[in-house]
């Protein structure tokens, strides 16, 4: 791979990772509870980017779009999506500072990066096209390892952003309505996999 291939490839990965959708809204909200929380939930949330890199680099990812395996997938990430809006619309786990408790955040960013359908559309279809076909074992290696860090340091970096206290305490001032406005845009990106996966 080419110099331009690598920065290519690196912006295509800053540009899935920077844009804003349900991932962001969960590392953050872990984040206000805890540094902890928000640095484990962006490090399990890179290691679920990790496992679509790594399809997408083996060739594995086309399996997933078979017309066979689209409703379940599409059913089990509206799923996910679903429990999650219950969760934040009901504040089981307001954004207040707590023991930061690591575990739930790893989970919960662990299954955002495996199940949220954004970061599996752009690894089947941005990613897989901007990587070169021609590229080696060790150069795919190099692209899941760059779509790892780079998630993961994004999410990294935003949950050591809000760590101000003004901005801690604007976060937790307004946490029901950041909650429910999240809960609502999780339930659209089900409501939208589910018509997808039904057509």
Known sequence: M????WLTLLLACAAGALSPGPSLALVLRHAAISLRQG???????ALGVGVYATLAVSGLALILQSATLALPVALLGAGWLCWLAWQFWHGAADWQA???QA?????DGLLMGLLNPKVALFFLAIFSAVLP????????AGAVGLA???DGGWYALASLLIQGR?????????????????ALLFVALAAGLI???LT
């Open 166 to 182: 003004g901005t801690l305490a604007w976060l937790r001032r307004h946490a029901r309505w950041i909650n429910r406005l999240s």
């Open 195 to 197: 018509v997808g996966g």
């Open 98 to 100: 707590a023991g930061g």
């Open 103 to 107: 575990g739930p955040a790893f989970r």
């Open 133 to 140: 076909v021609a590229a080696s074992a060790a150069e795919q």
């Open 39 to 45: 640095l484990a939930c962006a490090v399990a949330h």
């Open 148 to 150: 790892i860090v780079v």
């Open 2 to 5: 080419s110099a331009a291939d």
